[in-house]
């Protein structure tokens, strides 16, 4: 799933696109001040920059998103309509401008445009496996695969990175939240699930394999000796 940073001081403006952006299927981050967003923008796909942030401007984080060499799409939330405010954020690196008091609904639609643009995927297959990330619909050979939400969230992760070993530590905190409660062991039961409704076992890994040690790993191919 596309992630989505949203950096803002305001905590309604945060819950009110956070809610709008998952609904959408987004991933979505947050920040309150421009040092906080700078940790996160290296983990986002595009990024919602508030103005007026506490500490760095969002315009001062865009010109060092540039200057670092970041080229994701940046979205900025701005009271300032006026031409020569937004050259001057698009001097910046800017993307895009909305000006408050603004739709949530239009920021959606520019973040899901300005995602387009940048070739971020939406949907991709595996071999005979068909995962859309969008309508967060996952089909087997043309057939229908119904998964949980984070069944979804699980394949999706590992299957737009084939031949990458995932621990459970990290599919945990992906795929669950790094503030989740519980244990591995919840990663293990899903993935069980998984290769279930995916019709393989553990002795017979077509897609989901084990990585000894470690943790799990989608397959690139067919072929490849578990």
């Not at 954020?89 to 800017?94: A, F, K, M, N, R």
């Not at 008091?101 to 496996?129: C, I, K």
């Not at 992760?157 to 244990?183: C, I, K, N, Y």
């Not at 069980?192 to 017979?204: C, I, P, S, V, Y």
């Amino acid at each position: 799933m596309p992630t989505v940073l949203i950096v803002d001081d305001d905590p309604a403006i945060l819950e009110i696109l956070r809610a709008y952006l998952k609904a959408d299927g987004h991933t979505v981050l947050e920040a309150r001040t421009g040092p906080d967003a700078w940790e996160q923008l290296p983990r986002a796909d595009v990024a919602v920059l508030d103005w007026m942030l506490p500490g760095t401007s969002g315009v001062q984080v865009a010109r060092d998103a540039r200057d670092a060499g970041l080229t994701l799409p940046l979205l900025m939330l701005t009271g300032r309509g006026e031409e020569e405010d937004k050259l001057r954020g698009l001097d910046g690196g800017v993307d895009d401008y909305v000006v408050k008091p603004f739709s949530p609904r239009e920021v959606t639609a520019r973040v899901r445009a300005l995602l387009r643009r940048a070739g971020v995927q939406t949907a991709f297959s595996v071999r005979d496996l068909h995962v859309d990330l969008r309508a967060r619909e996952v089909r087997l050979a043309g057939r229908r695969v119904e998964l949980s939400k984070l069944e979804f969230d699980l394949l999706s992760t590992m299957a737009q990175h084939t031949g990458m070993a995932w621990s459970r530590e990290r599919l945990l905190e992906r795929v669950w939240g790094p503030d989740f409660p519980g244990t591995e062991r919840v990663v293990d039961v899903h993935i069980t699930a998984l290769r279930r409704k995916l019709g393989e076992t553990l002795d017979t890994p077509r897609f989901i394999e084990t990585v000894r040690g470690i943790g799990y790993r989608f397959r690139e191919d067919e072929t490849e000796e578990a």
